[in-house]
């Protein structure tokens, strides 16, 4: 069993930045790529970002390509998501997600994670 939990979330201004957390426990061990995933009212759940075990490989969707940046910590246990110049659109519930397995091609499909944290809301204002 993996516990993924999510912070940093939190109410802020057009063009302000946060920092989101997911901090993993359990059979940490097994943990491959790791993943972003957002869900805004009314909208289905979309794919954010994800990061291979190594950190070397890094995928982001194209609305938030340059100015978030996925990382991960493998010693520490935790992946982040740095959120720079946030839009309201950006506004949703966050999700960590975690992969069991090298996921190739296949990082944006949310069913091919094993492991969900239970969100943190993000919310931008005008």
């Known amino acids: 069993q993996v516990d993924l939990v999510e912070s940093g979330g939190g109410l802020v201004q057009t063009g302000d930045s946060l920092r989101l957390s997911c901090a993993a426990s359990?059979?940490?061990?097994?943990?491959?790529?790791m993943g972003w995933f957002r869900q805004a009212p009314g909208k289905e759940r979309e794919f954010v970002a994800a990061?291979?075990?190594?950190?070397?490989?890094?995928y982001y969707a194209d609305s938030v390509k340059g100015r978030f940046t996925i990382s991960r910590d493998n010693a520490k246990n935790t992946a982040y998501l740095q959120m720079n110049s946030l839009k309201p659109e950006d506004t949703a519930v966050y999700y960590c997600?975690?992969?069991?397995?090298?996921?190739?091609?296949?990082?944006?499909?949310?069913?091919?994670?094993?492991?969900w944290g239970q969100g943190t809301q993000v919310t931008v204002s005008s």
């Open positions: 997600a975690r992969s069991t397995y090298w996921l190739g091609s296949y990082y944006y499909q949310g069913g091919r994670y094993d492991y």
């Open positions: 359990g059979r940490t061990f097994s943990s491959n790529t």
């Open positions: 990061i291979t075990r190594s950190g070397v490989n890094t």
